[in-house]
Nanobody
Framework: QVQLVESGGGLVQAGDSLRLSCAAS????????MGWFRQAPGKERVFVSA????????YYADSMKGRFTISRDNTKSTVYLQMNSLKPEDTAVYYC?????????????????????WGQGTQVTVAS
């Protein structure tokens, strides 16, 4: 089992940047593919970005491409989400998630039900 704790959220102005972190503890972090999802008030949780175990494969939702960058440091058991050029529509609670099933992850990384472990979320609010 792995425990995930997100941090780095906050209130920013449109056009600003934030870097979210997700620190993992428990079983070996490097054996999990990781994902970021977000959930705005009254809306479903949606895929933001994902990264493979070794970090060589990275995926983004279309609306985040070019603005967000996912990375991981397996020596620190941490995954990051660098968010640039933030927009008011990026306002949401951001969650990180871990997936131990590397085989299915490549086909299902956008699905929240693919991930087994979740953090508690961190609020990101972008003011216009």
């Amino acid at each position: 089992q792995v425990q995930l704790v997100e941090s780095g959220g906050g209130l920013v102005q449109a056009g600003d940047s934030l870097r979210l972190s997700c620190a993992a503890s428990g079983r070996t972090f490097s054996s999990y593919a990781m994902g970021w999802f977000r959930q705005a008030p009254g809306k479903e949780r949606v895929f933001v970005s994902a990264i493979s175990i070794g970090g060589s494969n990275r995926y983004y939702a279309d609306s985040m491409k070019g603005r967000f960058t996912i990375s991981r440091d397996n020596t620190k058991s941490t995954v990051y989400l660098q968010m640039n050029s933030l927009k008011p529509e990026d306002t949401a609670v951001y969650y990180c998630a871990a997936d131990p099933n590397s085989d299915s992850w490549y086909r299902r990384f956008q699905r929240s039900d693919e991930y087994l472990y979740w953090g508690q979320g961190t609020q990101v609010t972008v003011a216009s």
